[in-house]
């Protein structure tokens, strides 16, 4: 067991049964053993890659999409943000794409939780405008143009067992000393009232208690003026299991090394968008969004100037990013707005999800 499975193993047989939620937030940020607190993550070393440690043209296009929508909206005065930056290339390709628009906005606030995760976007970032703030809530009070890439993915859950009178918590608990899942008992919840005509008797459904506050933070500035574009992996309202945990690119089980993997649950764009106070698009798939931002012509002039394997892994990057086996289906994206704007390219289309 972990330094941090024995702290949760103590404070379970002291308090009782934690939620997933408290259990996530612990193994993800505990300041001293948090999986996001202890390590870089990312990368072929790493648990597990994301969009942007792929390739540049993530970034790229996201960026040439923001400026767009900056410029159909008459240049406000807007500032870049974004909610988890990882190491921070995201936004360093956004930087680079938009570097020779004039008047594009080039201060950064970064929201990033992990002391140890600041320290390597400051790298990734240096000589450029950045600071950073804890949660969306200290995020200024203007037009924004902001990007959350697996960020929602990585906020805690609750989950929830349907039953025949209401709905059973699902809760670690202990068993021998270790730590295991359990259920609490049946009571009604007025939060998953929505969910009682689509469910029956032994039906798991997520809810994420953090979204609600970050949207409804994210969405009073996309209100003002600018953009928020949010991507991660998940869907149109949760259904079923998705907690799950990564650890060197592999499964592995939730609950068997507390801070050690990296642990995720489907993000459930209905909520995102049921939450958010402005104008808010459709939801597409990430390989439909790149394709209509032109991922295809990018890819091509990248191409030119590569050879031998380098070139086998831009094509193998392009495919991954976008085919339907790949990312390309399972994440989905959805942009904020003002009312009254024109939505971003690429989210510009009927629903194609
Ligand atoms: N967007 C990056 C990294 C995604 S990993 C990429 O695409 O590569 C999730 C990121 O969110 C990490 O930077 C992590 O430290 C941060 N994070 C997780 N929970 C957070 C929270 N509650 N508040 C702020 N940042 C958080």
Known sequence: MTALGDLLTRQIATDGPMTLADYMQACLLHPDHGYYATRDPFGAAGDFI????????FGELLGLCLAQAWMDQG??????????PGRGTLMADVLRATARIPNFPRKVVLVEASAHLRHIQAQTLDGHDVTWVETAADLPDAPVLLIANEFFDALPIRQFLRGKN?????????QDNTLTLGLAEETRIDALSHRLADTGAGDIVELCPSVAPIMAEVSARAAQGGAALI?????????GDTFQALENHKPVEPLASPGQADLTAHVDFEALTDAADCHV??????????EQLGITHRAQALAQKLSGTALEQHIAAH?????????????KAIALTPQ???????FNIASTV
């Open 75 to 84: 240049q406000p005065d807007a500032y870049l943000a974004e909610l988890g």
């Open 319 to 331: 495919r991954r990013l976008t085919h339907p086996e790949e990312m390309g289906t399972l994440f």
């Open 231 to 239: 991507l991660d992996y998940g869907d149109w309202r949760s259904m």
């Open 166 to 174: 209401g709905w059973s918590e699902r809760r670690v608990g202990l």
């Open 340 to 346: 009254s704007a024109p939505l971003p390219p690429g």
């Open 281 to 290: 698009s459709h939801m597409t798939t990430q390989g439909v969004l790149l």
């Open 50 to 57: 994301t969009a942007p440690e792929i390739s540049q043209m």
